[in-house]
């Protein structure tokens, strides 16, 4: 499919994922000026029977119609173009840069209560749209929900509705059935799994991800333990988490779906009534407002006084390669035989601890390319496979997204822990093939000191540039 241009005009570039309903490319936009990146979901149905293709054709153009609706939602990516082709259908939309919240919700890493309250208050007002327009997601997941990097806010992705048109099956008669329920499992509640999906559906898998941020454990495989009467979760022993917020996830997941919250609107009313008994009392008379203020004026004095770090480019003149790094606060450490040609570069900060034995670096590395994998997905596989082979008791996140790139190709993003010691570690890989080799880019941090230097070391991997041959 790399380079095959479809509806005339859109032209793909990337495989970015494959699942049960179809595959996911990105492609760039022929028919329009600078020709911009968007994103391209095929759709095969499972059957190609004229009675299957006539109906699944009427379904798909209704369930397009609501997604055209849904884009003009500012935190919903816009439809550009739906067809079909070849007797499988498409979808167009615009492509959103930034990141999804399985980049977020790490294995093993509880967010805080506040975090978690924000999180849900968030997804909840773009859900509350959604429903509005009468139509269920029912596909939502961490991997789902993307936080737009220009601003920072919630995106709501990949709805389900269109994936079930692809598994309708209609017989002779005319009657449809579905033959397999759209969703995640983990995510979704028993009537969804048995093709009944309501809006509590929904409403349901936003609070299994508010109790995967709480716990920092992955609703599928393996999951939460449920009670053997009841078939309700089991999760609090796993959070720290106030008996108010609690009972809210706890209504938002019943077993029965009429237990539930009959609306989002009713969620996040609760929600809203938490944040503000949580919210601090005003302090806004004499002393106690010279105590809010002072540390903000003390910040605000510091940032403005704060010397800018000096930025140095460091050009691999053997490789074709350039990236950007503040050398006032970090340095390269060049291996000795060569000028990074399957060799590495390593950054790391000029003022790390030297009591602090853990590791911190970001590492560049490149390599030709195995003639027998000759896709970006290929090699992120085997680049999984490899880390899961080196770190067998650690979770490896696939972070990989619509909008993941590495000198403006497209790229695969693994995110995983690892012990080395007494060292608890986080890492962050990202990849990209070029000219026939692998290009690739390692962050590890020690995890409590991962966050401080994420923001530095992102802008370092976004300068990344390899030059055209």
């Keep these: 499919m790399i380079g095959q241009i479809l509806g005339g005009r859109y032209q793909i570039t990337a495989q970015l994922g494959q699942g ?33 293709l006539t109906n699944a054709k009427r379904l798909f153009d209704t369930e397009a119609e609501k997604l055209e609706r849904l884009g003009n939602h500012d935190q919903i990516p816009r439809l550009l173009a739906f067809f079909e082709e070849n007797q499988q259908f498409y979808i167009v939309q615009e492509y959103i840069e930034g990141h ?18 924000q999180l849900l208050q968030d997804i909840l007002e773009v859900l509350n749209f959604v429903h509005e327009q009468k139509l269920i997601h029912r596909d939502l997941k961490p991997s789902n929900i993307r936080r737009r990097k220009s601003d920072g806010k919630i995106i709501l992705i990949d709805f389900g509705a269109v994936k079930e048109v692809t598994t309708q099956f209609v017989n002779a008669q005319g009657q449809t059935s579905l033959t397999v329920a759209v969703g995640t499992h983990g995510y ?27 716990t920092g454990i992955n609703p599928y495989p393996g999951g939460f333990s449920t009670d053997s009467k009841t078939g309700e979760i089991i999760w609090r022993n796993h959070a720290q988490v106030s008996s108010k917020l609690a009972n809210i996830i706890d209504k938002m997941v019943r077993y029965d779906y009429r237990q539930r919250y009959q609306s989002v609107n009713e969620v996040l009313q609760a929600i809203k009534t938490l944040s ?11 002393a106690g407002l010279l105590v809010l203020i002072t540390p903000i004026i003390f910040w605000i004095f510091s940032q403005v006084n704060k010397p800018k770090p000096i930025v140095t480019t460091y050009d691999g003149v053997n490789t074709g390669i350039t990236i950007k790094y503040p050398s006032s606060e970090w340095q390269p450490i060049k291996p000795p035989g060569g000028d990074f040609e399957d060799e590495v570069i390593k950054f790391v900060p000029k003022n790390q601890n030297q009591q602090n034995n853990c590791l911190l670096e970001v590492v560049i590395n490149s390599h030709e390319l195995p003639k027998k994998l000759l896709s970006l997905d290929e090699f992120k596989n085997e680049a999984l496979k490899q880390i899961q082979k080196n770190n067998p008791n650690q979770q490896v996140t696939d972070a990989s997204q619509q909008s993941t790139t590495l000198s403006k190709f497209p790229a695969y993003k693994l995110t995983y822990t690892r012990q080395d010691g007494e060292c608890k570690l986080q890492a962050m890989e990202i990849g990209t093939l070029r000219n026939g080799k692998a290009y690739f880019i390692t962050y590890t941090a020690e995890e409590k000191e991962y966050n401080k230097y994420l923001e530095v070391v992102e802008e370092m991997i976004n300068s990344f540039e390899i030059k055209a041959e």
Excluded: H
């Excluded at 309903?21 to 190609?48: E, H, L, N, W």
């Excluded at 805080?112 to 309250?117: D, Q, R, T």
């Excluded at 503000?276 to 004499?286: E, T």
């Design 20 to 52: 049960g309903f179809g595959i996911t490319y990105t492609a760039i936009d022929t028919g329009r000026p600078g020709t911009p990146q968007c994103i391209v979901k095929q759709f095969k149905p499972m059957s190609v029977s004229l009675y299957t």
């Design 188 to 214: 979704i509640p028993s009537e969804q799994t048995n093709g009944k999906p309501t809006f509590q559906s929904d409403i349901y898998a936003v609070g299994i991800i508010a109790i995967q941020a709480l």
């Design 276 to 286: 503000r008994k949580s919210s601090p009392k005003k302090l806004w008379f004499g």
């Design 100 to 117: 999804d919240l399985a980049q977020e919700l790490i294995s093993g890493q509880k967010l805080s209560e506040a975090i978690v309250i």
